[in-house]
């Protein structure tokens, strides 16, 4: 179980409602891998975190860029790796849901999440703060539209 | 330890030897399990089982095309089902090989091979026979390969 607490806050109002449900999606996930046997309700619970999890990344990654925080290339690869690993999830469960060890999975993502929001997510808090007004405005639109699409310039992809 | 089973035999000389040789390298996986798992050796074990099975699918779906065998979408369905399946498997082992549960694959892998092998491709049979002196020809050229493209 992650605990929301003062020093996973960065400041940034929308990014710290992301981590809050973020940390109680995961934790809702924590708990069915602990005692729950009906696996449709796993699924959707992986699902959401899913989905979720990649629209909180889209916005953290929009915000890094139009703060130009510099580290946002490694911070992107370590989005796309967790990423990877949900996804990963989901297919072997959809093969065959036995072969997944749920209790350690839901270890592992917890212990991912709580040190990303509490050290590299750390990394941008200066950058966005000296941007705040630029990160104002689009967090405004980046909360009214969840699925906000941004093109991203081509020499700035990360693959 | 798992033993081959001629009921599984196809009479296609390329796709049984592939067939026994996916016996084979599940042998390994099982006793690298039952000799209490180091995860490095998994982890090979697995990864030589995926590359050996897709290199087999390959050959399977390229001799299945070759004589027309109307069943052949659904049965590549069920290879990438497997395939993408066990590419998530070998990932997850990878990064935390707590994640799986390892000897819940052995059981699963064995039961695939054996259901698959029993079923589905013993439903292409008739049809690679009707081609056979095709199908001979072509095998020639997909043993030993392993990265077949059509
Ligand atoms: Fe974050
Ligand atoms: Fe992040
Ligand atoms: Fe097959």
């Given at each position: 179980m992650i605990s929301w607490n003062e020093t996973l806050s960065t400041g940034i109002d929308v990014i710290d409602d992301?981590?809050?449900?973020?940390?109680?999606?995961?934790n809702q996930f924590a708990e069915l891998a602990e005692h729950c046997e009906d696996l449709a309700q796993i699924s959707i619970a992986v699902g959401a975190l899913n989905e979720y999890v990649l629209n909180h990344f889209r916005r953290e990654e929009i915000l890094m860029m139009v703060c130009t925080y510099s580290e946002r290339r490694q911070h992107q690869r370590e989005h796309k790796a967790f990423t990877?690993?949900?996804?990963?999830?989901?297919?072997?469960?959809r093969l065959r849901p036995r072969l997944v060890n749920l209790r350690e999975v839901a270890i592992f993502l917890s212990d991912w999440?709580?040190?990303h929001i509490a050290v590299s997510d750390q990394g941008y808090v200066a950058q966005m703060r000296a941007h705040k007004s630029l990160v104002d405005t689009v967090s405004t639109n980046l909360r009214d539209d969840v699925n906000?699409?941004?093109d991203e310039p081509d020499h700035l992809r990360v693959s | 330890m798992i033993?081959?089973?001629?009921?599984?035999?196809t009479g296609i000389a390329v796709i049984d030897e592939d067939h026994k040789t996916l016996f084979g390298l599940l042998n390994a996986l099982l006793r690298i399990i039952d000799d209490g798992e180091k995860a490095d050796d998994a982890a090979l074990a697995i990864a030589a089982l995926n590359d050996y099975a897709t290199g087999h699918f390959k050959r399977e779906e390229a001799l299945m095309l070759l004589c027309g065998y109307p069943g052949q979408?659904?049965?590549e369905r069920d290879h990438n089902a497997f395939r993408q399946g066990m590419k998530s498997l070998q990932h997850l082992f990878s990064i935390n090989a707590g994640m799986v549960n390892l000897r819940g694959v052995s059981d699963f892998l064995l039961n695939w091979l054996q259901q698959h092998i029993a079923v589905s491709d013993r439903a292409y049979v008739p049809k690679m026979q009707e081609s056979s002196a095709l199908i001979a020809k072509a095998s020639e050229n997909l043993i030993s390969c392993t990265s077949f493209d059509l």
């Open positions: 992301d981590h809050k449900f973020l940390i109680s999606l995961i990877d690993i949900v996804d990963s999830l989901q297919q072997l469960y999440l709580n040190s906000f699409r941004f | 033993y081959w089973d001629p009921k599984l035999e979408d659904r049965h």
